[in-house]
């Protein structure tokens, strides 16, 4: 129905105190056809709990009254809904709240005096949140402001003029954080060695793919056990003139790629890593071994990988084909480069030559032998007819061992 036109006040009817009386009955008509409430008018009574429209807003008398104006006579009327812009700009769940750092209060209008499991607001933020925080809403007892994860707020994730987007939870009887404009929304880190698919945080992107995280140290000795979830972390062994051992957790409890970072600063110390007890010789270091040695600034780093414990660094010189060893009274060593260092003791010398053979043959020529007298008297010892697996071994005076030496390729 469209709107009736009202009389003019200009002309022959101005002044004309029935022309006002009717365009004033008109306009109760019009205004009561588009909103379905009469407009207030000054010359009718009202009965307590009439509805009627005045100044732009819906009001309820709450005691009989005539000539009661309901936009000045908050006595005999209550404030009854909401304007059309009111509803357009969200009036009945956006507030702007007020207080200090973590602790907000907002007064929605008309009032909310209970929270219902799902319900939503909103809020403009005063001031930046500097952690845990909490709202409260109206007369209702301040309640927590959780995360999605249902985790105490980060400093940075209600910011000051944004606004603010919760969820009442009945079950955590606190608000859950839906967003803020500006904030720095957070999430849950997930478990660690997780391969599931959901987002991953930065947290859980730095533990997991290559930087070290965390940190360890032990000067006292003795054995230090490592668990699962040291996984990542970097360990210093340290101390002065300590024994000790770094036990490596069991295998089966950390995935393949988990590790250390091991790093030996002892002084005159003996440290040594070894695996679990139920595990044995399973650490490769060029063969598999139950436990190796590990001195001052020797390094390793240690993963799981296809079911051992593969071991990287320093620490694997001596089992490595460059660095390779027998420390035995007859022995070798093997220096990178290719060349190999050989002792050991003769039989028996006299003037008569005597075949000596190497711990190991050469591969390719020996260069040199040195022979010491062993006798403690003025005699002379020497090496002669040398290939790369034997010399033959001569003394002045005869009845005794003597100690060699041998350089070779």
């Known amino acids: 129905m469209a709107d009736i036109s009202l009389l003019p006040t200009t002309g022959q009817l101005s002044g004309l105190t029935a022309v006002q009386k009717i365009n004033e009955a008109l306009t109760s008509l019009n205004e009561a056809n588009r909103l379905g409430v009469p407009a207030w008018s000054s010359t009718t009574s009202y009965g307590a709990g009439a509805l009627t429209w005045d100044a732009g807003q819906t009001y309820k008398s709450t005691v009989a009254n005539s000539g009661q104006r309901p936009s000045t006579t908050p006595a005999s009327w209550v404030s009854w809904g909401l304007t059309l812009s009111d509803l357009q700009n969200g009036y009945e769940t956006m507030a702007e709240a007020t207080g200090t750092a973590g602790v907000y209060a907002a007064t929605y209008w008309p009032a909310i005096t209970g929270l219902a499991n799902g319900q939503e607001l909103r809020f403009k933020v005063p001031i930046d949140n500097t952690g845990g925080s909490t709202l409260s809403v109206n007369a209702i007892p301040a309640a927590p402001i959780l995360s999605l994860s249902g985790a105490t707020l980060q400093r940075g994730e209600l910011v000051a003029n944004g606004v603010a987007r919760v969820r009442w939870s009945a079950t955590r009887n606190a608000f859950i954080l839906l967003n ?158 290719g060349l190999i260092l050989q002792w050991g003791t003769t039989p028996v010398l006299s003037t008569t030559l005597t075949s000596v053979a190497f711990p190991i043959a050469f591969p390719s020529a020996c260069r040199s032998v040195a022979l010491t007298n062993s006798t403690g008297t003025n005699i002379n010892v020497g090496a002669t007819n040398i290939t790369a697996a034997r010399f033959d071994g001569y003394a002045s005076s005869g009845g005794n061992v003597h100690r060699y030496i041998a350089i070779g390729i």
Request: net charge neutral; proline share 4%.
């Open 180 to 337: 803020c404009e500006g904030g720095t929304q957070t999430a849950p880190t997930a478990p660690q060695f997780d391969a599931g698919v959901s987002s991953a945080t930065t947290a859980f992107v730095q533990r997991a793919l290559g930087n070290w995280r965390g940190f360890a140290a032990n000067t006292a000795g003795g054995t230090f056990t490592l668990a699962a979830a040291d996984a990542g972390k970097t360990i210093v062994l340290s101390g002065s003139s300590v024994t000790g051992t770094l036990a490596l957790p069991k295998i089966g409890t950390v995935p393949d790629g988990a590790g250390w970072l091991i790093k030996c600063e002892a002084t005159t110390s003996n440290w040594s890593i070894a695996t679990h007890a139920d595990d044995g010789a399973n650490m490769v270091v060029g063969l598999a071994v139950a436990s190796v040695p590990i001195r001052r600034g020797d390094y390793a780093i240690i993963t799981r990988g296809g079911g051992s414990w593969r071991v990287h660094g320093s620490v694997c010189l001596p089992y490595g084909d460059q660095f390779t060893a027998s420390l035995a009274a007859s022995g070798y060593q093997m220096l990178p480069g």
